[in-house]
């Protein structure tokens, strides 16, 4: 005669072996810590990756200006006539200032 074997599923055992014990509540509170870093680089790309539709470098010698003529003068313009999000022209603003040019000459 064979021996009846009756399956049994993992959480029918656990209510006879104790669900959330002691072991269990130390265990969660030592993964706190943890946890926090985890979440730190989980949502941390975001707000590293993400640059906003209309971002542009601020160049504070350029302050007085419209915001409009600041692009023009500080910032190259793609083919499609949009602003680059991350470059700007090197250039002496002072003396861009001073000689009342109003946009930029990419030469």
């Known amino acids: 005669m064979e021996p009846i074997i009756d399956e049994m599923d993992f959480d029918d055992l656990l209510p006879h072996i104790g669900e959330f014990g002691l072991y269990q509540k130390i265990l969660f509170l030592m993964m706190i810590p943890f946890l926090f870093s985890v979440a730190f680089v989980y949502f941390g ?14 160049v504070p010698e350029l302050e007085s200006l419209p915001i409009e003529q600041q692009k023009l003068l500080s910032i190259p313009q793609l083919p499609d006539g949009s602003f680059e999000k991350c470059r700007v022209y090197v250039a002496n603003w002072t003396d861009v200032l001073a000689r009342g040019l109003s946009q930029s000459d990419p030469e």
């Open 45 to 58: 790309q975001i707000f590293i990756i993400l640059v906003p539709e209309e971002h542009w470098c601020k």
